[in-house]
């Protein structure tokens, strides 16, 4: 497995792959609008040439958040994840965040199991924040990169 920069040619596999993690997906185009801005980073996961995972962070005034992290059905519980959120803060910090935040469905047992190991803690929820099927989401932080 290779963790790389994504380009502007891998949009495409990046919006399949959002369309077959979330409900509530990002498009081409909002993936394409994204990845205009300075502040976004984008970064995947390729294994035997196909882009298998991705995820897109934003850095702003030192301070980063984790905005997707999508990791194909098949090619989950490997470790994708986490070497994707390790990339993630990395580069995050090189852009000069201090701090990351994200938001995880309140479910979603096995993310938050990960965002905990990596040493986010939850501070806060959302009261119906995702929708179909609504829940809450938590906001967890890591300070002091």
Not at 92 to 115: C, D, F, H, P, T
């Amino acid at each position: 497995m290779k963790i790389r920069t994504l380009t502007f040619e891998d949009l495409e596999e990046a919006a399949k792959i959002e369309a077959a993690c979330f409900r509530q997906n990002w498009s081409r185009a909002v993936l394409e609008e994204s990845f205009c801005r300075a502040w976004n980073l984008f970064i995947g996961a390729e294994e035997g040439g196909r882009l298998v995972a991705y995820g897109c962070a934003s850095v702003i005034a030192g301070e980063g958040e984790i905005l997707r992290i999508a990791v194909l059905e098949g090619f989950r519980h490997r470790g994708i994840g986490r070497e994707l959120l390790e990339a993630m803060e990395e580069a995050s910090i090189k852009q000069g965040a201090k701090m990351l935040m994200l938001e995880v469905r309140e479910s979603n047992l096995a993310a938050r199991k990960l965002y905990l190991h990596a040493g986010f803690s939850e501070e806060g929820q959302r009261k119906e924040y995702y929708r179909e099927p609504k829940e809450d989401a938590i906001i967890m932080w890591k300070r002091n990169l």
